[in-house]
């Protein structure tokens, strides 16, 4: 299992600004997964944080939108660019602990985050 | 990654056992099947993962038949706390699959 955390774990804030979200976690991990859930749906998926590489990031979803940074293998970054309403949601950060690519996910408890 | 096809919804009463199956018809030869547990305003929780037959721990048994093509998690006896929206994963990351998550099944449990 892992321990992640979220920073932070709720914020406010004003249309065009960016906002950092960072993701710890309690160990060495090398699959580390960025999601985005809007209320009362399901996890959809930003991105992949490599460590040492660009982000793989998903279809819908641009590094200039959303940069990853993972400059470790026990933290990693998103930051949400150029905010618009539509952006208001919960964002949370996994790791894959199995080693072998299985998913068995271990999740932050998000960040919700209100554009206004 | 194999498309899955849940129920959106059950409801049950504290104490009953309470089976939720996962269809995934295109599951591919390398795919694990993995349940996670979500309650409201929380990140999800690692329930329990399979590859075949049956696996068990403290907390659900996963049950999945020679084809693969489905999946049951059995939850024993369940309590009001266990209501929550449940998440049926199947895939294995080679480089090449998409991770998604399908809707999920919101369970009731009522006294």
């Known amino acids: 299992s892992a321990v992640i955390s979220q920073k932070p774990s709720r914020d406010i804030c004003q249309r065009g600004t960016s906002l950092t979200i960072q993701c710890q976690v309690d160990s060495q991990v090398t699959m580390m997964f960025w999601y985005r859930q809007q209320p009362g749906q399901s996890l959809t998926l930003i991105a992949t944080a490599n460590q040492g590489s660009e982000a793989t990031y998903e279809s819908g979803f641009v590094i200039d939108k959303f940069p990853i940074s993972r400059p470790n293998l026990t933290f990693s970054t998103l930051t949400v660019s150029n905010m618009s309403p539509e952006d208001s949601s919960i964002y949370l950060c996994?790791?894959?602990?199995?080693?072998?690519?299985?998913?068995?996910?271990?999740f932050g408890p998000g960040t919700r985050l209100t554009v206004t | 990654l194999a498309k899955t096809t849940q129920p959106i919804s059950m409801d049950s009463y504290e104490g009953q056992e309470v089976n939720i199956t996962c269809s995934h018809n295109?599951?591919?030869?390398?795919?694990?099947i993995t349940w996670y547990q979500q309650f409201p305003s929380q990140g999800p929780r690692f329930i329990i993962q399979g590859y075949k037959t049956k696996v068990t721990n403290e907390v659900a048994s996963l049950f999945i038949p020679a084809d693969r093509k489905s999946s049951t998690l059995s939850l024993p006896r369940v309590s009001l706390s266990d209501t929550a929206v449940y998440y049926c994963l199947v895939g294995r990351n080679t480089g090449f699959q998409k991770l998604v998550f399908g809707t999920g099944t919101r369970l009731l449990v009522s006294p």
């Open positions: 996994s790791v894959d602990v199995s080693g072998t690519g299985t998913y068995e996910q271990y």
């Open positions: 295109n599951i591919a030869t390398n795919d694990y």
